[in-house]
C-alpha cells in the first residue's frame, strides 16, 4: 500500500512538472501590403524583446522606432533587427515622400516577440 502511495505520488509531480510549457516565439505582426508615396503604417508594441525582418520594393522604405532606443534605417529594402523594448513603443515604416511623384512600394514586415 504504501509503496503504491509512493508511485503514485512520483506519478503526479513527474505528471506536473512534464506539463510545464517553455515560453515561444510569438508572430505579432505578418503584414503586408503597398504603400503609396508618402504612406506610413504604424503599430504598438508592449515591452518586450523582437524580431523585425521587413522587405520592400521599389526605392525602399524607412524604418523608426519610437519609444525605443533601436537603430532605424532610411529607404531600405531587407531590414532585420533584434530590438529590446523597454516600454511601450511603436514600430512605423514610411515610404518616403518624393513629392507625391514617387512609386509606390510592396513592403512586407514580420516581428515576432521572442521569448527570451
Do not use: H
Not at 508618402?38 to 523608426?64: C, H, M
Not at 512586407?108 to 516577440?113: E, G, R, S, W
Amino acid at each position: 500500500m504504501r509503496k503504491a502511495f509512493w508511485l503514485s505520488l512520483c506519478f503526479l509531480i513527474v505528471s506536473a512538472c512534464s506539463n510545464v510549457s517553455t515560453p515561444k516565439d510569438v508572430v505579432v505582426i505578418d503584414w503586408a501590403n503597398w504603400l503609396k508615396d508618402g504612406e506610413s503604417v504604424f503599430w504598438k508594441l508592449d515591452q518586450g524583446k523582437y524580431k523585425l525582418d521587413l522587405t520592400a520594393s521599389g526605392d525602399g522604405v524607412d524604418v523608426e522606432w519610437v519609444g525605443a532606443g533601436c537603430p532605424g534605417a532610411k529607404e531600405t529594402k531587407n531590414y532585420s533587427v533584434i530590438c529590446q523594448l523597454n516600454q511601450t513603443s511603436q514600430l512605423i515604416v514610411k515610404n518616403p515622400t518624393a513629392f507625391g511623384l514617387g512609386a509606390s512600394s510592396s513592403v512586407t514586415v514580420k516581428v515576432v516577440k521572442l521569448a527570451n
